[in-house]
């Protein structure tokens, strides 16, 4: 197994941007370039969504959340922020309906990156971090489930860490503690898949986070860089590679319970999506441990 493992691992996604996915288009139809996560940070946070045909749950998300930056921000007027929702290949009105808080707040606070075709999850994640200008980076899924305002919680999480190691560290929201509920209202056999995706976690890759893929984690600038530029998977696992990374760099990580309620529209189909995403365990912990895999630096271009 580790011999196929390390014979099939393919080289790090590519990296390189299409054409029109050097920019962004701001409310009069112009094109204006995307900045890069390598240039200083000119904002306190970015907050990146990957969007998959979410043209009906989006707004909850947007609605929620942009009031609550509007809010803070009227509070303490130093605080900057973007949104920057990633359109990860939607075949649906998913860009429409993202301009329309862009036309309401302004590009430079709502901002939509349209990728030429589906990339995946994480590699939706990685195209926005990288076009990024905030010092803390916030990704944030498109459906709303967790409380936007618990973002102060997971800020209260990453400021525990200090001093973060080269300015590097990592907040994660947790559904931990919601866990003998959700068990209650699932299926045997969906509490089945969850208890041995758990296993697989714990056993092959993250020992210590209890919750690797809620969607709710806040970055430094710095980690986010660090971790993405090594970012191997790019579909449903990705959470659990990029916090692998994270333990192998020995950047701190922090758990914090989140307010979070299911959503409906969930992309993931119960047994082939925990199926991928099992193989792809096996695959982080192995590849790495073959040397097929190295925590290896790249830059987008």
């Not at 660090?226 to 696992?237: C, D, G, K, P, Q």
Request: aromatic share 10%; net charge positive; glycine share 6%.
């Amino acid at each position: 197994i580790c011999a196929i493992a390390h014979v099939t691992a393919k080289k790090m996604p590519t990296l390189h941007r299409h054409e029109e996915e050097k920019f962004f288009v701001n409310t009069e139809g112009r094109k204006e370039p995307v900045p890069s996560v390598h240039d200083p940070p000119t904002r306190e946070l970015s907050v990146v969504v990957p969007s998959y045909n979410e043209e009906d749950r989006l707004p909850l998300m947007m609605d929620e959340a942009l009031d609550y930056l509007e809010k803070r921000q009227k509070r303490d007027p130093s605080f900057t922020y973007e949104v920057i929702v990633v359109n990860d290949g939607s075949k649906d009105q998913t860009t429409k309906v993202a301009m329309e808080y862009c036309k309401k707040y302004g590009i430079d606070k709502v901002r939509v990156l349209s990728l030429v075709k589906n990339r995946g999850k994480g590699g939706a994640v990685r195209m926005g971090v990288f076009s990024s200008r905030g010092k803390k980076i916030l990704m944030a899924d498109a459906d709303g489930a967790t409380k936007f305002a618990d973002i102060e919680k997971v800020e209260e999480g990453l400021k525990n860490l200090q001093p973060w190691p080269n300015q590097m560290a990592i907040s994660c929201g947790s559904r931990a503690h919601l866990e003998k509920d959700s068990v209650a209202k699932r299926s045997y056999f969906r509490t089945l898949l969850m208890y041995g995706f758990h296993f697989l976690v714990w056993f092959l890759c993250v020992k210590e986070i209890r919750d690797t893929q809620c969607g709710f984690k806040l970055l430094t600038r710095e980690a986010a860089l660090r971790t993405f530029s090594t970012l191997h998977i790019e579909r449903w696992a990705f959470d659990v590679e990029l916090l692998f990374i994270a333990q192998r760099l020995k950047i701190p990580i922090a758990e914090v319970a989140v307010n979070w309620t299911e959503i409906e529209g969930s992309k993931l189909v119960p047994f082939w999506s925990w199926l991928q995403m099992g193989r792809d365990l096996l695959f982080i912990r192995l590849r790495y441990m073959t040397g097929a895999w190295q925590l290896e630096r790249r830059k987008c271009n």
